[in-house]
């Protein structure tokens, strides 16, 4: 069974099958910023949490009625140190090229550039903007 998961783009984590008491085995994965339990015969979403970090990269570990996760999150991600960002609207203003469109060469600082390009055609849309504002401050955009 496949499950699309289209708001985890990051967090590489081995899913686990887990059996709780009376009830349907399930498929538990950590994703970016959320871990979410599917019923395993099925695919449906059981439950999930949300608001946790970027990087869920550990496998989650079960233990009697306990679940335990582990995430990391970077230094500029950490509330009151996160790095003034332009708005989407802005960096189309700035470094847009005569059709609109904004490269990821044309952005400067291009180190960010490879992971921020999620469907790596070399080219920002808004949605990946956005995402990488989500990404940087948690779902809880300051005031620029």
Not at 20 to 42: C, H, K, M
Not at 45 to 56: A, D, I, N, S, T
Not at 129 to 134: A, C, H, M, P, T
Request: proline share 6%; hydrophobic share 40%; net charge neutral.
């Amino acid at each position: 069974m496949k499950t699309a998961r289209p708001e985890a783009h990051s967090g590489h984590s081995t899913p686990i099958l887990h059996k709780p008491a009376g009830a349907r085995t399930q498929v538990i994965v950590a994703g970016s910023f959320l871990l979410t339990a599917y019923a395993a015969d099925t695919g449906e979403r059981v439950w999930w949490v949300r608001g946790l970090c970027f990087e869920l990269k550990s496998t989650p570990v079960v233990s009697g009625d306990t679940l335990y996760i582990n995430g990391f999150g970077t230094p500029q991600n950490q509330p009151g140190s996160q790095p003034a960002v332009e708005s989407f609207e802005d960096i189309v203003r700035r470094y847009a090229d005569a059709t609109g469109t904004v490269t990821f060469a044309s952005l400067p600082n291009g180190n960010a550039r490879s992971w921020i390009d999620l469907d790596s055609n070399g080219v920002v849309s808004a949605s990946e903007w956005g995402y990488f504002l989500k990404y940087l401050f948690r779902g809880s955009l300051p005031t620029m």
